[in-house]
């Protein structure tokens, strides 16, 4: 069993930064794949961004430039630094680790970003 827990989010003007943190404990493996996801009212679940065990990573091209993701593997912690926030970034943001056998969500932080 593995459980993500997420904090960090809010509101923010636009133009401003958050950064999101997701904690996982419990059976982790040395070689998985971290992610955030984000889910805007109205609209399917999208890939924000991921995080290999060594540190690849690989943004969705709305993204690209304005976050970055990285992850602390010694406290099994995944982060998320998004700058110059648009209003379409407002959504529920969730964790998302997978490894063998394993894919687990977060119970989602929300972002809310005002025009």
């Known amino acids: 069993q593995v459980q993500l827990v997420e904090s960090g989010g809010g509101l923010v003007q636009a133009g401003g930064s958050l950064r999101l943190s997701c904690a996982a404990s419990?059976?982790?493996?040395?070689?998985?794949?971290m992610a955030w996801y984000r889910q805007a009212p109205g609209k399917q679940r999208e890939l924000v961004a991921t995080?290999?065990?060594?540190?690849?990573?690989n943004f969705a091209d709305s993204v690209k430039g304005r976050f970055t993701i990285s992850r602390d593997n010694t406290k099994n912690t995944v982060y998320l630094q998004m700058n110059s926030l648009k209003p379409e970034d407002t959504a529920v943001y969730y964790c998302?680790?997978?490894?063998?056998?394993?894919?687990?969500w977060g119970q989602g932080t929300q972002v809310t970003v005002s025009s």
């Open positions: 998302n680790l997978r490894q063998v056998a394993l894919d687990a």
């Open positions: 419990g059976t982790i493996f040395s070689i998985n794949v």
């Open positions: 995080i290999t065990h060594g540190g690849t990573t």
